[in-house]
């Protein structure tokens, strides 16, 4: 069951749609454009319902099948851009000033508007598959937004399937694990206070910048010297502000960074010694500090059943070989999850080539790619709800 050939001959249709996706990103729950012509095309299509508007800029599309069944599947592609300036020179490089689809969303989105075109054309299946595009993948939540709006109930989706570009493995191979997949990712706010004055006479001030400086050589010694070393962790320190004229030590200095961990004991070590660290280190030298640690999306497991499923499916399309099951985790981060806490699923990641990485200015999604994911979407439904 190799690429389907009706998907292949779309190829050129999906790559535009995709292209126009890509010169037109949008951010966070603000999808209107992409949300509005991915309603479009679903009525189109033909799609039995059409429902916008599920969790704020979320769109829903349902296709039931010709055959009696009472299964139903959720595919689910994500939809928003990210606040990156386009490196690349592309006929439809971003219009946008400061954004981008630096993650491959407008590919995921493309992929997922093709795969509903031939299943509304076809019904080839026995049950009912639910297409899912969701805002605000990058930092806003939008997959807890959809399942706190009902998702999962109002469509009576009993499984949900979610997918991923990957630059660097190549085209026509996936990777997919049972259990942890992707981190835990929580956010780190730090706000210190000290004494400003003039950068001359230090002794007479509590310098809000080196108290800064000695929290971030601390916080490095948590996942060197706190955390077991047989598990993953990471925290980084991402923002540092302070001051704004070199003769002045300002009063205050701000630090914001992330922190990942694959495991509830590690992202409770890494909260309790980062308040630790703060407090103990601004005290030392007799500043203040406060830590605001908040925590975000929330470890993404795949389910044992559908991860063989969705295993099985990847390999009738590309071949057993070219599909590694055991992939490792990653320390990146998806709100997937929280479709996956709802109910049962698997997310997988797709080869895109020898791209730019993820979130990187010159990253884009490979349109070879468009035929593999698509036809994994279609079989996938095919497969799960065959009559």
């Not at 070393?229 to 300002?250: H, M, R």
Request: include cysteine; charge should be negative; proline fraction near 5%.
């Amino acid at each position: 069951m190799p690429i389907v050939n009706r998907i292949a001959d779309m190829q050129g249709e999906i790559a535009e749609w995709r292209r126009d996706l890509h010169a037109h990103p949008e951010l966070l729950f603000d999808v209107h454009r992409t949300a509005a012509s991915v309603a479009e095309k679903l009525k189109a299509f033909g799609c039995d319902e059409v429902v916008p508007g599920i969790g704020r800029t979320g769109v829903v599309g349902v296709i039931r099948g010709n055959k009696a069944g009472n299964k139903v599947i959720g595919l689910r592609a994500d939809m928003d851009a990210l606040p990156i300036e386009e490196a690349n020179d592309l006929p439809y490089k971003s219009t946008v000033p400061g954004k981008m689809h630096a993650c491959g969303h407008d590919g995921h989105t493309a992929m997922l508007l093709g795969a509903a075109k031939y299943l509304a054309e076809t019904r080839n299946f026995a049950g009912t598959a639910v297409v899912v595009f969701q805002p605000a993948e990058e930092g806003g939540g939008g997959g807890d937004a959809m399942v706190k709006d009902g998702l999962m109930e109002r469509f009576g989706i009993q499984e949900v399937y979610g997918m991923h570009n990957y630059p660097g493995m190549p085209i026509g191979r996936f990777g997919i694990r049972p259990g942890t997949t992707m981190a835990a990712a929580d956010t780190i706010t730090i706000e210190i206070e000290g004494v400003g004055g003039h950068a001359a006479r230090p002794h007479l001030t509590i310098d809000p910048v080196l108290v800064g400086a000695q929290i971030i050589n601390q916080i490095q010694s948590i996942v060197g010297r706190n955390v077991d070393p047989l598990k993953s962790a990471v925290v980084s320190i991402t923002v540092f502000q302070a001051g704004s004229t070199d003769n002045v030590i300002p009063q205050t200095a701000l630090l914001r960074g992330t922190a990942r961990s694959l495991a509830p004991e590690v992202r409770d070590q890494i909260e309790q010694r980062l308040h630790a660290i703060v407090e103990g280190t601004a005290r030392l030298h007799g500043a203040k500090a406060k830590l605001t640690y908040r925590r975000g999306y929330p470890v993404l497991q795949n389910h044992a059943r559908q991860t063989e499923f969705a295993a099985k499916v990847a390999g009738e399309i590309v071949g057993g070989v070219n599909v590694d099951t055991d992939h490792p985790p990653m320390m990146g981060a998806e709100d997937f999850s929280y479709m996956l806490e709802a109910r049962p699923g698997a997310f997988i990641f797709m080869g895109n080539g020898d791209s730019a990485g993820l979130h990187h200015p010159s990253y884009n999604f490979n349109d070879d790619a468009i035929p593999v994911g698509t036809s994994y979407w279609v079989r996938l439904v095919e497969t799960a709800m065959a009559g």
